[in-house]
């Protein structure tokens, strides 16, 4: 349903998309520097400040003071929210390190969903075009943390609505489409490295143009933990990735409306697993892309 409300504004989807990614790379990379001896509340402050010195190159500025919990294992927290019908908003979380994982669920004031981000990660993103000014009130859930609780930081960013699709602010370094993939997938198999995964296969590339679609066979082995990501250059706006099993059943996918789709999952079964890479939104056809895939 979110992707069929927000996928109708490309100036909106193009905009999350350079965020999203920059953002993730940003806090992946400092994650890779290594936070010893530095407080909680020091590692979560200074991720907050990173993403924010990082969005004010796309226009958005924090509404109000960081918002810092601490959330015991398996806890919730609900925080108010404030959104201006105008404005378009980014609500990022961050998480000492020991959080695993993290969710956000955003409701309006009558209680309904607006947006949720429930993938298994510490950093989750609500981005989202208010539907009406008020108090919003937005629920964090522990799902995992390696000790009793954890410090977990909320920004809210907010940024005018976009009404130039020309030329946006926030994008990639670099202006060719192979070197912004590469760079991405560098900077992730660092991270990636730095957490113990190791390379499962080559990466590959390719083009799609809206609405295309490309396979990869992965051989499996059950019980083996798999970590797959997507990458796309600038004019990506949304891609997902779906991984069937060799009776092309669906066993996980990322649908979320963002071009750096993610998979994690340990293999249920040995066998040829395949990987579909589905591009929704190409605003300069065609869109290159790059998939990694890691194992441990």
Known sequence: MWKSFLIDDPNFTLQLRMTLTMIRILVLYLSFLGWTGIH???????????????????????????????IPNQGDVTIPI????????????????????IDFRLANAAGEIVEVDQLNDAMPLIAVNAPATG???????????KTDSCRVGVGTFAAPAITDYANPTLGLEGDNAEAVV????????????????????????FNLAASGEESVSLDLTAGTAIKLWGVCDKNCADMDLVLLDAE???????VLIDAQPTLEITAPDTGTYILIARMYQCVEEPCRVGLSYWTR
């Open 182 to 205: 590469n760079n991405q997938l560098n900077f992730l198999a660092n991270e990636m490295q730095n957490q113990g995964w190791n390379p499962l296969q080559e990466s590959s590339f």
């Open 248 to 254: 092309r059943n669906l066993v996980v996918e990322d």
């Open 82 to 101: 404030e959104l201006n019908a105008t404005k378009r908003f980014n609500i990022w979380g961050v998480c000492d390190e020991n959080c695993v994982d």
């Open 135 to 145: 108090t919003y009130q937005l629920s964090i859930t522990m799902y995992n943390c």
């Open 40 to 70: 909680a509340q020091d590692m979560v402050e200074e991720k907050l400040i990173g993403i924010a010195q990082h969005l004010e190159n796309g226009d958005f500025s924090a509404t109000d003071e960081f918002d810092y919990i601490y």
